[in-house]
Nanobody
């Protein structure tokens, strides 16, 4: 059974950094675009960042651009999200997802989702 499993979330102070990981199991997602989304309490799930199948193209939401880096290691079937200069506004459950499509910013384009990892940023 194909699975995406996120890790690396936790509690961090404002201004700190976190590196999220998303490991694939059960099948490879090397030929898929991958993305990170987040959902804060009472809010809709929103796009954070995405990367093409070979890592050649990356996309970021304006809210994280310049302080976050998405990357992937296809040899390890693992996706990463490095987040710096975190603010309380970044507090959310972060999900990784895989898509065979090209509309990377749209959650509806993704067919595989992880269970999420909580990121909490204290002020």
């Amino acid at each position: 059974q194909a699975q995406l499993v996120e890790s690396g979330g936790g509690l961090v102070q404002a201004g700190g950094s976190l590196r999220l990981s998303c490991a694939a199991s059960g099948r490879t997602f090397n030929g898929y675009g991958m993305g990170w989304f987040r959902q804060a309490p009472g809010k809709e799930r929103e796009f954070v960042a995405a990367i093409s199948w070979n890592g050649g193209r990356t996309y970021y939401a304006d809210s994280v651009k310049g302080r976050s880096t998405i990357s992937r290691d296809n040899a390890k079937d693992t996706l990463y999200l490095q987040m710096n200069s975190l603010t309380p506004g970044d507090t959310a459950v972060y999900y990784c997802a895989a898509t065979g499509g090209a509309n990377y910013a749209s959650a509806s384009d993704y067919g595989y989702w992880g269970q999420g990892t909580q990121v909490t940023v204290s002020s």
